[in-house]
C-alpha cells in the first residue's frame, strides 16, 4: 500500500483517484439508473455531469497533478521534499503521533507518510477529518473502509489512507489539497 519510491507512491495515488472516479461514475449511474431507455439516458447524462469540470473527480485529478505534475514521478511546479511536516500545514487536520518518514510541500498542497504504532489512529482521524470537510449535512466521513477514506468541500480535498504492517511497518498517510 505505501512505498517510499515517489513512483510508486504518486503511480498508488493517481490509481487510487481513478479508483475514486470510476466509485463515483458508477454511484451517478446506479442512482439514476432503471429499466427503461429513458433511464438509460438520464444515467448517461448524470455520469457526464461527473465528469465535468469541478466535480469530485477532476478535483483529485488536480490534486495529484499539483504534487506529482504531468510527468511520471516528478514533483508539481513547487513542490519539494522537505523534513517533517511542513509549517503551513493547515492545523484544523491533526496527524497520528509518529515518525515522518515522507512529506511533500507546495503551495497549497502537502502529501505526509507518517510510521506509527498505532496505525488505528486513522480511523479517530477521519471522524476529526469529517468534522472540518463534511461531505453531507451530517458531515459523515467519505469513503471509509478502515483503511481508506476521501474528504471533499468547496475549500479542501484530503486523502487519508492506512497500512496496518506489519510489513511495510504500520503508517499513516495525509494528502491535502486546499482547492
Known sequence: MFTMD???????????AGVAAVVVLVGAACTAGGATDDAAEVAADDTAEVADAGT?????????????????GELGDGVEEI?????????????????????????GVWDLIIETDEPE??????EAYGEVVPLD???????????FWQFLD??????????????????????????
Open 83 to 107: 523534513d517533517g511536516v511542513a509549517p503551513d500545514f493547515p492545523d484544523e487536520f491533526p496527524l497520528p503521533e509518529g515518525e515522518v518518514v515522507s512529506s511533500l510541500a507546495g503551495d
Open 121 to 126: 489512529q486513522a480511523e479517530q482521524l477521519a
Open 154 to 179: 468547496d475549500t479542501y480535498a484530503v486523502n487519508l489512507q492506512m497500512q496496518p504492517g506489519p510489513h511495510p511497518p504500520p503508517m499513516v498517510a495525509v494528502m491535502v489539497y486546499e482547492r
Open 6 to 16: 515517489r513512483h510508486h507512491r504518486s503511480a498508488r495515488r493517481v490509481g487510487i
Open 56 to 72: 469530485e473527480a477532476t478535483v483529485w485529478d488536480e490534486a495529484f497533478i499539483a504534487l506529482y505534475g504531468f510527468d511520471d
Open 137 to 147: 449535512d451530517e458531515g459523515t466521513p467519505g469513503g471509509g473502509d478502515g483503511y
